[in-house]
């Protein structure tokens, strides 16, 4: 049973307006959140991460908010620029744990 | 700076034959990690090394077999391959995560196809 979900495979917004993504996970002992970029043939590169202490995290064009009473994180780019349009992955952790859960990804395209 | 690095990038197999994906950074790295991506699945892992000397299973383990050389390598067999292993395999390393929240570096990935 997948423990991060992100429930809407794709998402199109238009080049300098706001980019949402959204992520809920199932499993309460999480406490470390990460948002990974994926372009097409690469490995999944590194973006942006947030800890449980925290509700919110910045960087750049980059913000990640947090809600823990919902299990709920979300990812905003603005202003979405052509090259943000990848695949984007949430994943989570827990203390002391190794292992990240993926989510399926959401994939953005950024129309000019 | 090469990171991650993975070899081969592609790789065309035959049902029941044998083959070792290897993996190496460079980043001094303690733990290191196998995944495969499967379309609208995200990447699973596979199996983990928290440190030199250390494997474990992960999510989806059943069909391969892993071998931490060094630090650096982490290598990824699969001794009798079947159809339902054509995927795309990615390692990564990270620093030792009870320490700090240090995020996972990814290679660029083998696409496995068995036929």
């Known amino acids: 049973d997948q423990q991060v979900k992100q429930n809407s495979p794709s998402l199109s917004v238009q080049e300098g307006r706001i980019s949402i993504l959204n992520c809920d996970y199932t499993?309460?002992?999480?406490?470390?959140f990460l948002w990974y970029k994926k372009y097409p043939a690469e490995g999944p590169t590194f973006l942006i991460s947030?800890?449980?202490?925290?509700d919110k995290n910045e960087d750049g064009r980059f913000t990640v908010f947090l809600n823990k009473s919902a299990k709920h994180l979300s990812l905003h780019i603005v202003p979405s620029q052509p090259g943000d349009s990848a695949v984007y992955f949430c994943a989570a952790s827990g203390s002391n744990d190794y292992k990240l859960s993926f989510g399926a990804g959401t994939t953005v395209t950024v129309r000019a | 700076n090469a990171g991650v690095t993975q070899t081969p990038k592609f790789q065309v197999l035959k049902t029941g034959q044998s083959m070792t994906l290897q993996c190496a950074q460079d980043?001094?790295?303690?733990?290191m990690y196998w995944y495969r991506q499967d379309p609208g699945m995200g990447l699973r892992l596979i199996y983990y090394s928290a440190s030199e000397g250390t494997t474990d299973k992960g999510e989806v383990p059943n069909g391969y077999n892993v071998s931490r050389l060094n630090k650096r390598e982490f290598s990824l067999r699969l001794e009798s391959a079947a159809p339902s292993q054509t995927s795309v395999y990615f390692c990564?390393?990270?620093?030792?995560?009870?320490?700090?929240?240090?995020?996972?570096?990814f290679g660029d990935g083998t696409r496995l196809s068995i036929l």
């Open positions: 980043m001094n790295h303690n733990s």
């Open positions: 499993n309460s002992m999480f406490d470390y």
């Open positions: 947030i800890s449980s202490i925290k």
């Open positions: 990564a390393s990270s620093e030792d995560r009870r320490n700090s929240n240090q995020p996972q570096h």
